[in-house]
């Protein structure tokens, strides 16, 4: 099982209260030598208890965790109102610091959802009390055991919620950073790494299954001109209009990145070219039929894209470079087209000035 942050919370608190609870046994032995043992067998039985916490941590699914904590809490805080009882001190006793302590480490468990963790709070509360008027405790005794279980249940409840905001505010500021180092800051969309990671999963993906994935590059059609009559400021804001409507414009399992400059890579996970193609050809559509509004006025977009499959190369680098040549045959011919990759012959090649 894999340790997150409070399975790993909850782990360290049973492993401590198995040894607390026998180093403590000292402690009794010392003060209460009378009921020694007693509390020996208290302690023995809620460490067995504790240890079978900590077993089933690696038996229980994550999503039940919070029932762990209700088997750890609960017997943990009545063994130690039970010691109050035993010694017959109230308050005064010793053990009833462990009360406190368990309840307040509860307050780690963030799994538990804040409802529950108060409804748990209440148990406990109730249950100490519950012990406490089976022996004989005076008014002023009592009324110290309701402020201090009281203010100890409050504390956990506030750390709890405590550590649920500190929680939640990682998880996004983990999120906001995983987006900064995995997304173009201009588009948006993911960038060259994070394109190149998810082709390798799938390449590794459609071994395993034999279903293949095609690779696109697209490129914006006149994107030069765009830049030297209406300035670079314009040319970005063309750049991200084009983004918008590459990734509204694809399927929710296709992944689109910026490749580098004008250009756009694309992920299409199981597709075959020809349904590739059809797929390309609707976003070529959509975007040369969708103005782009930018400081100088509107402008009419086209794109020109270029297609390969894995099952024209297995290597995710030649991939990419077949659908680099079929977007330079695009480039070099009528543009705002989709073209697909196959061999070009020799003759082809010299027409065409390739290498």
């Known amino acids: ?23 403590f046994f000292l402690l009794d032995y010392h003060i ?12 023995i039985a809620i460490t067995l208890w504790l240890i079978f916490c900590v077993y089933l941590l690696f038996k229980v699914p994550e999503n039940q965790l919070s029932l762990v904590a209700v088997l750890y809490l609960v017997p943990g805080a009545f063994s130690m109102s039970l010691m109050c009882y035993i010694v017959g001190d109230g308050f005064s006793a010793i053990y009833f610091v462990g009360v406190l302590l368990v309840i307040i480490g509860g307050a780690n468990f963030a799994q538990i959802k804040p409802f529950q963790f108060t409804i748990l709070m209440t148990v406990i509360f109730l249950q100490h009390f519950f012990i406490c008027f089976m022996c ?14 009281g203010s100890a249940v409050f504390l956990a409840i506030f750390m709890q919620g405590s550590l649920r905001r500190y929680e939640t505010a990682l998880l996004q500021t983990q999120k906001e950073l995983c987006q ?34 095609v690779v696109a590059i697209g490129d914006i059609d006149n994107f030069t001109a765009i830049n030297e ?19 509204g414009s694809l399927r929710t399992q296709d992944f689109v990145g910026r490749w580098g400059g004008k250009k756009f890579l694309i992920l299409l996970p199981e597709t075959d070219l020809k349904g590739a193609q059809l797929g390309i050809d609707r976003t070529r559509q959509y975007i040369e039929k969708t103005p782009v509004f930018v400081d100088a006025g509107t402008q009419v977009v086209t794109m020109t894209f270029g297609l390969a499959s894995s099952k024209q190369s297995k290597d995710v680098d030649e991939l990419i470079r077949f659908a680099g040549e079929a977007l330079y045959r695009g480039k070099h011919g009528s543009k705002n087209c989709v073209v697909v990759y196959k061999e070009i012959d020799p003759e082809e090649k010299r027409d065409t000035g390739q290498s």
Do not use: W
């Open 180 to 213: 900064a180092v995995n997304a173009d800051p201009l588009t948006n969309l993911l960038n060259r790494r994070k394109m190149l990671e998810l082709i390798h999963g799938e390449s590794a993906r459609a071994e395993r299954s034999g279903r293949p994935y």
């Open 136 to 149: 004989p405790v005076v008014f002023n005794d009592f009324l110290i055991n309701l402020f201090l279980l």
């Open 229 to 247: 009559v209406y300035g670079h400021d314009d040319g970005d804001e063309v750049l991200a209009c084009v983004a918008k409507m590459l990734r």
């Open 32 to 43: 209460y030598p009378v009921y020694a043992p007693t509390l020996l067998l208290v302690r």
């Open 1 to 23: 099982m894999k340790f997150d942050h409070t399975n790993k919370s909850l782990f360290l608190n049973c492993i401590l209260g198995v040894f607390l609870f026998f180093i």
